[in-house]
């Protein structure tokens, strides 16, 4: 069953415009939220992360926001870029847990 | 930067061949992991270890054994290749979780796309 879930599959994006991934989790004890950008051949890139002692966190063209009461976070970013073009994984840790808790993922497109 | 360093990019093996996948990290991380990720089924943990010598089982242990005799280094093993271990091999490191203090994100290697033939 899986406890963190990103139901869109694919996303397209023109350039210049907002992309908004979504993740929904079922775990309440899920206090800490990442989400990593995967290019093809790459491994996965750290991108943004968000304690649940927070809505939201900004850094750069990429902000994250936590509903803890809907247990569901977005990704945005703003503006899209044709390099922001990849997989976008979001991930979920409960406590001292080291496991990555994993959704599996959401590719994005952004068209030029 | 944290670099993690998987020693091949593609490697191909034949069915019931001993397979080593090595990984090293330099900056000294307590937490190593080994996933594979699979289309559609993302990525999913085979084993991780916390400390030199110490290691516990992710989701999908089965047919896969792991050594850690140094902090940096991380092996994954597959005692006896067999196709369906055809996948790309993604190789993490994190830092240990200090209460308070800011979480550690996992970093990744670039990964081994492993062919079993």
Redo the contacts between chains.
Sequence with gaps: DQQVKQNSPSLSVQEGRISILNCDYTNSMFD?F?W?KKYP??????LI?I?SIKDKNEDGRFTVFLNKSAKHLSLHIVPSQPGDSAVY?CAA?AG?N???I????TSLAVNP | DVK?TQSS?YLVKRTGEKVFLECVQDMDHE?MFWYRQDP????R?IY?S?DVKMKEK?DIPEGYSVSREKKERFSLILESASTNQTSMY???S?ST?IRGV??Q???????T?LSIL
């Design positions: 800490y990442l990593y051949a790459e491994g996965p890139t750290f992360s304690s994984f840790r001292n080291r496991k990555l994993w959704g599996l993922g | 993690v990019r937490n559609g089924l993302g990525l943990l991780f916390y992710g993604l190789c993490a994190s979780l800011e979480d994100p996992q970093h990744f290697g670039d990964g796309r």
